[in-house]
């Protein structure tokens, strides 16, 4: 299967809900990418951006097209429990994808924005 999400490099890798072929890692690329870079190859391979960084939040409201983003607002949490959190919200994440381009996490809901 082809990935289906790129996962930012400000993320941990082995998150239980990310394993497998449709999640792809900026790390494994090439971690010296800008967020221009991540964003072109996002849209050319038809992936959504999983990230902590607002810039891609804000691209994704002030560009007509481009990459699906889910931008995880919860802060720091220790791996375990990021691992816990993700792993309950991301069939939440799954859904709120099929009617928007940009998802926003927070720790007390999913936002769906556009």
């Known amino acids: 299967m082809a990935p289906r999400f790129?996962?930012?490099v400000n993320l941990p890798r082995l998150l239980s809900a990310w394993?497998?072929?449709e999640f792809a890692y900026v790390q494994d690329i090439d971690r010296r990418w800008t967020d221009a870079r991540i964003w072109r190859f996002a849209e050319t391979e038809g992936l959504t951006?999983?990230?902590k960084d607002s810039d891609f939040s804000h691209r994704a409201l002030t560009t007509i097209s481009?990459?699906?983003?889910v931008h995880l607002r919860v802060g720091n949490m220790?791996?375990?429990e990021l691992d816990a959190f993700v792993?309950?919200?991301w069939p939440e994440v799954l859904a709120a994808l099929q009617d928007s381009k940009l998802v926003r996490?927070?720790?007390d809901r999913v936002e769906v924005i556009g």
């Open 49 to 51: 951006i999983i990230t």
């Open 105 to 107: 996490v927070y720790r």
């Open 6 to 8: 790129l996962i930012d």
């Open 66 to 69: 481009g990459p699906a983003v």
């Open 78 to 80: 220790v791996f375990d």
């Open 19 to 21: 394993s497998g072929d």
């Open 87 to 89: 792993a309950d919200v």
